[in-house]
């Protein structure tokens, strides 16, 4: 063990961290940060469940800086999301290095690390690229709402230290942030006139030489499936590691469509070069598609879409050879690496696409958000496992701590481990300091029917209002699809006197603050609401789930995991769909107590959660609350919390 760090000097810091914030250590809290420091002083791969309530950033930022100020050694610490990357790197982390920096006698460096897109492109700015939208050139006055919102952006670059856009409040839609900013693939990097000015070289610039790096699964998603981005480090830890096997996934998971080729041969002509072969190419694609059925491909590609691909390949390959013969013409960098890109990105596909070997899973799929339609319009490949993917390139030769307050499932580690490629993990569940016995129920209403494929049926919308009425509205609704919760929405609009929001009424954080700021009102939605939302109280007395939240059943991923499973005489069904619904059922459940304070209940409106075999796996997944079929007793509780709480108001 690092010398001085030992589990009794981890919970000396931990304390001091903690009481400079006003706070008390918590037992869970405790256990936690000393797993975390063994893990990092042994180079040793630690699952750490923390649930709600166990102040678990502190639990692992403390031995993290501890432990880089002790060894000098690099950590990279991940997180789900941009909002949770910008809270510990802007607040968390410098509050634990305000309090430690005494105790351990050193300040370790730390940096910001995000992808290009998420800063403004100085260059592009500037005019060194073409516009995004070829009808709104970037000299052109505010003529229209996206170019007043362009001209504010540019009036932002003047002040900005930081050209992060966490940093502009309010923001700008993505039409609009998509005319300053290039992605990686766009990006010039030291060939770039603006280099100095660089907002996003800046901050990788400090991330270089940063002790202690922040940064998202999207990143991690990157340096797993494509290139180093992050370098060397000895340590990583993932907070919100549930969600890194999806994120991992999303990164390696490409499409290819018509309108992309198109695309990529209108900016190779930008620069000069001829796209007659690479149009008829298109064409070709377009005809081959239009043939093809909607769904999974089993086995080889039709003959027609291979073709085309083919022709897409080398149409590609013969454009990015011309493209690179271009002369040094500043003025031509930047439509260059836009064509080189976008053509780029176009043959990457084609080549998964013609040599997969099995290793992905490929289907045709509709448009975007067109899921009724049987029109083939996409083809897209994704990874069949991830497993050896986060094994090889994030895990391997580096001390790991992967925490959530969602990786036991069904009681144990294994599943977690399985996904996330961990081998030989050491394991701790740091407990929760609620206890969910006493604070809330756990409400199966067995008595409905099972649901079917059509959405939310009239039994349990007749339930949903029973226990909303009785709740007296403070309903968080989480719904399986947008489809289900729209009809819920209308039917207790109808049926009750409460508000009810819908979470695609408006933006998700201005639906919180009406939902926080009034007693009554129910917020429903479908997979936004499942995670992250956080509000303690009366306010959300009653958390309903219509459905057990299994995977589609004819999503490609998910049929080809399970099959892949079942041909290693493994339980298919269990690694792959019980194992997700599960995740998203600790989560969803887990939005009702937020505090010591917070009672209420979670109802599930399917009956397989208390009859189906696997119901006790889903169960055990969730916050141990009060287990409950008895329909009349947690409507009476529900009564009385809301007497409660209208009595204090």
Same mark, same amino acid.
């Given at each position: 063990?690092?010398?001085?760090?030992?589990?009794?000097?981890?919970?000396?810091?931990?304390?001091?961290?903690?009481?400079?914030?006003?706070?008390?250590?918590?037992?869970?809290?405790?256990?936690?940060?000393?797993?975390?420091?063994?893990?990092?002083?042994?180079?040793?791969?630690?699952?750490?469940?923390?649930?709600?309530?166990?102040?678990?950033?502190?639990?692992?930022?403390?031995?993290?800086?501890?432990?880089?100020?002790?060894?000098?050694?690099?950590?990279?610490?991940?997180?789900?999301?941009?909002?949770?990357?910008?809270?510990?790197?802007?607040?968390?982390?410098?509050?634990?290095?305000?309090?430690?920096?005494?105790?351990?006698?050193?300040?370790?460096?730390?940096?910001?690390?995000?992808?290009?897109?998420?800063?403004?492109?100085?260059?592009?700015?500037?005019?060194?690229?073409?516009?995004?939208?070829?009808?709104?050139?970037?000299?052109?006055?505010?003529?229209?709402?996206?170019?007043?919102?362009?001209?504010?952006?540019?009036?932002?670059?003047?002040?900005?230290?930081?050209?992060?856009?966490?940093?502009?409040?309010?923001?700008?839609?993505?039409?609009?942030?998509?005319?300053?900013?290039?992605?990686?693939?766009?990006?010039?990097?030291?060939?770039?006139?603006?280099?100095?000015?660089?907002?996003?070289?800046?901050?990788?610039?400090?991330?270089?030489?940063?002790?202690?790096?922040?940064t998202n699964h999207a990143v991690l998603g990157v340096q797993a499936t494509s290139h180093d981005?992050?370098?060397?480090?000895?340590?990583?830890?993932?907070?919100?590691?549930?969600?890194?096997?999806?994120?991992?996934?999303?990164?390696?998971?490409?499409?290819?469509?018509?309108?992309?080729?198109?695309?990529?041969?209108?900016?190779?002509?930008?620069?000069?070069?001829?796209?007659?072969?690479?149009?008829?190419?298109?064409?070709?694609?377009?005809?081959?598609?239009?043939?093809?059925?909607?769904?999974?491909?089993?086995?080889?590609?039709?003959?027609?879409?291979?073709?085309?691909?083919?022709?897409?390949?080398?149409?590609?390959?013969?454009?990015?050879?011309?493209?690179?013969?271009?002369?040094?013409?500043?003025?031509?960098?930047?439509?260059?690496?836009?064509?080189?890109?976008?053509?780029?990105?176009?043959?990457?596909?084609?080549?998964?696409?013609?040599?997969?070997?099995?290793?992905?899973?490929?289907?045709?799929?509709?448009?975007?958000?067109?899921?009724?339609?049987?029109?083939?319009?996409?083809?897209?490949?994704?990874?069949?496992?991830?497993?050896?993917?986060?094994?090889?390139?994030?895990?391997?030769?580096?001390?790991?701590?992967?925490?959530?307050?969602?990786?036991?499932?069904?009681?144990?580690?294994?599943?977690?481990?399985?996904?996330?490629?961990?081998?030989?993990?050491?394991?701790?569940?740091?407990?929760?300091?609620?206890?969910?016995?006493?604070?809330?129920?756990?409400?199966?209403?067995?008595?409905?029917?099972?649901?079917?494929?059509?959405?939310?049926?009239?039994?349990?919308?007749?339930?949903?209002?029973?226990? *909303? @009425?009785?709740? %007296? =509205?403070?309903?968080?609704?989480?719904? &399986?699809?947008?489809? #289900? !919760?729209?009809?819920? /929405?209308?039917?207790?609009?109808?049926?009750?006197?409460?508000?009810?929001?819908?979470?695609?009424?408006?933006?998700?954080?201005?639906?919180?603050?009406?939902?926080?700021a009034d007693p009554r009102a129910c917020l429903f939605g479908s997979t936004a609401l499942w995670?992250?939302?956080?509000?303690?109280?009366?306010?959300?007395?009653?958390?309903?789930?219509?459905?057990?939240?299994?995977?589609?059943?004819?999503?490609?991923?998910?049929?080809?995991?399970?099959?892949? *499973? @079942?041909?290693? %005489? =493994?339980?298919?069904?269990?690694?792959? &769909?019980?194992?997700? #619904? !599960?995740?998203?059922? /600790?989560?969803?459940?887990?939005?009702?107590?937020?505090?010591?304070?917070?009672?209420?209940?979670?109802?599930?409106?399917?009956?397989?959660?208390?009859?189906?075999?696997?119901?006790?796996?889903?169960?055990?997944?969730?916050?141990?609350?009060?287990?409950?079929?008895?329909?009349?007793?947690?409507?009476?509780?529900?009564?009385?919390?809301?007497?409660?709480?209208?009595?204090?108001?």
């Amino acid at each position: 063990m690092t010398d001085d760090l030992t589990p009794q000097r981890v919970e000396e810091l931990l304390r001091t961290a903690v009481e400079s914030l006003g706070g008390e250590t918590r037992e869970g809290q405790q256990h936690m940060a000393a797993a975390v420091a063994n893990a990092l002083n042994d180079g040793e791969h630690a699952l750490i469940q923390a649930g709600t309530g166990t102040g678990k950033s502190l639990g692992y930022l403390v031995p993290a800086v501890a432990h880089a100020a002790a060894t000098d050694e690099r950590i990279v610490i991940s997180t789900a999301t941009l909002a949770l990357q910008r809270q510990i790197y802007t607040k968390d982390l410098p509050l634990v290095l305000d309090a430690l920096q005494a105790e351990i006698g050193a300040r370790p460096a730390v940096g910001l690390f995000k992808g290009r897109s998420n800063y403004l492109c100085v260059h592009k700015m500037d005019g060194g690229y073409p516009p995004e939208d070829d009808t709104l050139p970037l000299n052109l006055g505010p003529t229209s709402e996206l170019g007043k919102q362009v001209a504010r952006l540019h009036e932002w670059a003047a002040e900005t230290e930081s050209g992060d856009r966490d940093d502009l409040i309010p923001g700008v839609p993505g039409r609009a942030w998509a005319q300053v900013s290039v992605s990686g693939r766009e990006c010039l990097e030291s060939r770039c006139p603006a280099l100095e000015r660089c907002f996003a070289q800046r901050a990788r610039d400090e991330a270089a030489v940063a002790n202690i790096v922040v940064t998202n699964h999207a990143v991690l998603g990157v340096q797993a499936t494509s290139h180093d981005m992050i370098g060397e480090h000895q340590v990583l830890i993932v907070d919100e590691a549930h969600e890194l096997v999806q994120r991992i996934t999303s990164s390696a998971t490409h499409e290819l469509t018509v309108l992309g080729v198109d695309r990529a041969a209108r900016n190779a002509r930008r620069v000069g070069i001829a796209t007659d072969k690479l149009d008829r190419a298109a064409r070709s694609l377009d005809s081959a598609l239009g043939e093809a059925r909607v769904g999974r491909v089993r086995g080889e590609l039709p003959d027609a879409v291979a073709d085309a691909l083919e022709t897409v390949r080398s149409a590609t390959r013969e454009i990015l050879t011309g493209v690179g013969k271009i002369g040094a013409d500043k003025d031509m960098q930047g439509p260059q690496k836009l064509a080189t890109a976008s053509l780029t990105e176009v043959f990457d596909v084609c080549e998964e696409l013609l040599g997969t070997s099995g290793r992905y899973v490929i289907w045709f799929a509709p448009r975007d958000g067109d899921y009724g339609s049987n029109v083939a319009e996409r083809i897209v490949a994704a990874p069949l496992n991830v497993a050896a993917t986060i094994h090889d390139k994030l895990l391997a030769d580096r001390a790991s701590v992967m925490t959530s307050a969602t990786l036991a499932l069904g009681g144990t580690f294994d599943a977690i481990a399985r996904h996330l490629g961990v081998e030989d993990p050491v394991t701790l569940d740091a407990g929760s300091p609620f206890a969910y016995e006493r604070q809330g129920m756990l409400y199966v209403a067995s008595h409905l029917p099972r649901p079917g494929t059509g959405g939310i049926g009239d039994e349990a919308l007749d339930e949903l209002a029973a226990l *909303i @009425e009785a709740a %007296g =509205g403070r309903t968080l609704g989480l719904f &399986s699809s947008h489809k #289900a !919760a729209v009809t819920a /929405a209308e039917a207790i609009r109808e049926r009750l006197d409460v508000p009810v929001l819908y979470q695609l009424d408006d933006q998700l954080p201005t639906l919180m603050k009406e939902f926080a700021a009034d007693p009554r009102a129910c917020l429903f939605g479908s997979t936004a609401l499942w995670q992250g939302i956080d509000v303690p109280g009366a306010t959300s007395s009653l958390v309903v789930i219509d459905r057990i939240p299994f995977p589609r059943p004819d999503d490609p991923i998910t049929q080809a995991r399970t099959e892949a *499973i @079942e041909e290693h %005489g =493994g339980n298919g069904f269990m690694a792959i &769909s019980a194992t997700h #619904a !599960a995740l998203l059922l /600790a989560q969803g459940a887990g939005r009702l107590i937020r505090s010591v304070n917070d009672r209420g209940v979670v109802a599930v409106l399917d009956p397989r959660l208390a009859t189906a075999r696997y119901g006790g796996f889903l169960a055990r997944s969730m916050p141990p609350l009060w287990p409950t079929t008895d329909r009349e007793v947690v409507l009476a509780a529900l009564r009385r919390l809301d007497a409660e709480a209208s009595s204090a108001a």
